[in-house]
């Protein structure tokens, strides 16, 4: 039931479809407002590519206008996640590459973490196995990680040569974990296990191995049958003011809480108190 006057939003040219949308370099397939995307390289533990990270970031900018998709859980084939940057379709190439082109590459895997953090959706990382290099930064750039025990995430860019600071990560990890747990971390590379990503913060639960993406799609599925207008702005606020004052924030979410309160789902909430039942949400 609609609560408020005024058209449905159907702004044209603002609305895509996903549903049938059939990726080249990974899998994708929604169900019941769950979107999930699985890294399918499983006989070398799902590493990237040139144009893997090209198509993940196009999908993560076009989920922006999926308003069939309600949520999304990004996970790897097989028993690992994600090992980074394969190293002969992406790192032996790079030592050849002119500075104009060895930018254009971390400008482009910058960009996909700019397009996971901007889509409305909230993302759920299901991680298993190894969980490396960009393969980290896809679990960090994700709203929500649920791992195993067996996982292993590393930051291991030092160990081939290379700064800690990419694609985000020095703004991010610091911010998940704390400033001196991130230093150790990309200073080092070395892997952080699965009980001790959970008790840093990284990870927001463990799971068994075997129920871990099932886990990770039965929470997306929540959210996706929650307020996802709200769900959205929350995103938003998260997102944004990290660069706030305090008092910008709370201006910030006044404005963000009276938007959601023009909504047919705060109506929808009240009715349903009111009249001792559950509300059911739709995202408008």
Same mark, same amino acid.
């Given at each position: 039931m609609r609560y408020l006057t005024g058209e449905p939003h159907q702004l044209p040219g603002n609305r895509a479809s996903l549903a049938d949308y059939q990726?080249?370099?990974? @899998?994708?397939?929604?169900?019941? &407002?769950?979107?999930?995307?699985?890294l399918n390289r499983p006989e070398r533990k799902n590493p990237l590519t040139f144009d893997s990270y090209a198509e993940l970031r196009d999908l993560f900018r076009a989920l922006a206008y999926a308003t069939e998709v309600k949520a999304i859980v990004v996970t790897g084939a097989g028993e690992n996640f994600c090992s980074g940057g394969d190293v002969h379709d992406i790192i032996g190439p790079l030592t050849r590459l002119d500075m104009p082109g060895l930018l254009a590459f971390t400008r482009m895997t910058g960009d996909l973490v700019k397009a996971m953090r901007a889509c409305p959706q909230p993302v759920v990382a299901a991680i298993d196995g190894i969980c490396a290099g960009a393969g980290a930064i896809l679990a960090l750039a994700s709203d929500i990680r649920y791992g195993t025990a067996r996982s292993k995430t590393a930051f291991l860019f030092t160990r081939v040569g290379l700064a800690g600071c990419d694609m985000g990560a020095c703004a991010l990890l610091p911010r998940v974990i704390g400033q001196g747990r991130?230093? !150790? @971390? @990309?200073?080092?590379?070395?892997? @952080? &296990? &699965? !009980?001790e990503a959970e008790r840093w913060g990284f990870f927001n639960r463990l799971c068994p191995p075997e129920t871990v993406l099932q886990d990770a799609q039965a929470f997306a599925a929540a959210l996706a049958a929650g307020p996802t207008f709200a769900h959205g702005m929350t995103k938003k606020m998260l997102q944004q003011e990290w660069n706030m004052g305090v008092d910008e924030a709370i201006e910030a979410e006044a404005q963000a809480q009276a938007i959601c309160m023009a909504t047919n789902d705060f109506h929808r909430a009240y009715h349903a108190f009111v009249a001792k039942e559950k509300p059911q949400f739709e995202g408008d």
């Open positions: 990726p080249q370099h990974f @899998l994708f397939n929604v169900e019941a &407002g769950v979107a999930t995307l699985t991130a230093a !150790e @971390l @990309l200073y080092t590379g070395r892997s @952080l &296990g &699965g !009980e």
